[in-house]
């Protein structure tokens, strides 16, 4: 058994020894022994896959394959081939049988990042995985058996998701045995000193350069930031003043302004929109008679919320249009035209 002395030491490969972080070990160890499904939450960037693997290597299956798929990363026929594997002939282009993730990780752990991400057509297959440890490869009728760990991740409250009618809430319970939530690093400034020398010795090594020292200023900096990117968005900063040091100190002014300037950055939830502001602005045109090209203030009005809704639908689908469209209840070529027309096809 763990010594309960150790129980919240840090855990290999994860940087930060903060009480924040302490309980994310303590709750990594105690759960890593047995076969119960894991649910990780938190923001983009927080180090849920290093907590996934840190579960698997702890646990009895370390010797077996750990399987990582990002879920937000493909269309959902993509997505169920990649799980499920298929058959030679299941569809245009399967031109032989293929092996699924699930069967890759049998005895060992798959991750599934991203989740939220999945449609509810594959998360009534992936709750008969969880539930019978079986399912059949796409196109074939033969039944496969798995013994394979589940831990899944989210940036996103599924039992919110599964109250707007996107997440099965059958799924959701049977992920949520054991939920382990990471915190975001502004809730963790004291990790920062700690991350920032593990960064900068590691990019001194890759670029072959001595930036060993940071000043106290840049520091506190750092720690008055909200990090809406995280610790990734942390090791770009570092990467960044590493790389365009004269000396062999971090300054404050190798850091972006966004970190020094003290405003609040744009976060996760920026794009929400501000209805108060957008009622002044109509507002303003109402009075002034200010209105769009072709002289139309309703059409001004739904163009405005129209931009809006489809810009944090695309944020809330990782950008994956096929996904967003399916949200929004429209086909893919007319979102295609949508996001050309107000000018979100280039956004990130």
């Given amino acids: 058994m763990t010594d309960p002395t150790q129980a919240d030491a840090p855990l290999g490969g994860i940087i930060g020894s903060g009480s924040a972080m302490s309980e994310v070990y303590r709750y990594t160890r105690q759960v890593a022994k047995s076969s119960a499904s894991v649910l990780l939450l938190g923001e983009t960037g927080t180090g849920k896959e290093l ?40 569809f245009t282009g399967a031109i032989d049988n293929r092996t699924g993730r699930f069967e890759s990780a049998h005895k060992g752990t798959i991750f599934l990042d991203e989740i ?18 079986e399912f059949e490869r796409v196109g074939d ?47 963790r400034p004291e990790d920062i000193p700690e991350l920032v020398t593990h960064f900068l010795n590691f990019y001194n090594e890759l670029n072959d350069r001595y930036v060993v020292h940071f000043d106290p200023r840049a520091l506190a900096a750092m720690q008055q930031y909200s990090w809406p ?13 590493v790389v365009m040091a004269q000396g062999d100190e971090l300054t404050r002014e190798l850091l972006p302004d966004v970190v020094t300037s003290g405003k609040q950055p744009r976060t996760p939830g920026a794009r929400a929109m501000d209805f108060e502001s957008l009622t002044k602005e109509l507002v ?53 035209k949508k996001l050309k027309q107000y000018g979100l096809d280039g956004e990130p």
């Fill in 141 to 187: 009728t033969k039944t496969i058996s798995v013994d394979t760990r589940v831990i899944a991740a989210s940036n996103r409250d599924l039992l919110e998701l599964a109250g707007e009618g996107l997440f099965r809430e059958d799924l959701y319970y049977r992920l949520n045995v054991v939920p382990i939530r990471l915190p975001p690093l502004r809730e």
């Fill in 284 to 336: 303003f045109c109402g009075l002034s008679g200010t209105e769009n090209k072709d002289g139309d203030l309703h059409g001004h009005i739904v163009d405005r919320v129209e931009r809006e809704v489809i810009a944090q639908v695309m944020a809330s689908c990782s950008n994956v249009q096929i996904k967003a469209a399916a949200k929004l209840g429209i086909n893919r070529n007319t979102l295609h």
């Fill in 229 to 241: 990117g995280n610790v990734r968005e942390l090791q770009n900063y570092v990467e960044r003043s």
């Fill in 51 to 90: 907590v996934a693997r840190a579960i698997h290597q702890l646990s009895d299956r370390h010797e077996r394959p750990f399987v990582r798929v990002n879920c937000g990363a493909l269309s959902e026929g993509l997505l169920e081939s990649e799980l499920f594997g298929h058959v030679r002939g299941a």
């Fill in 116 to 133: 939220n991400s999945t449609t509810l057509h594959l998360q009534v297959k992936l709750l008969r995985v969880l539930q019978e440890r």
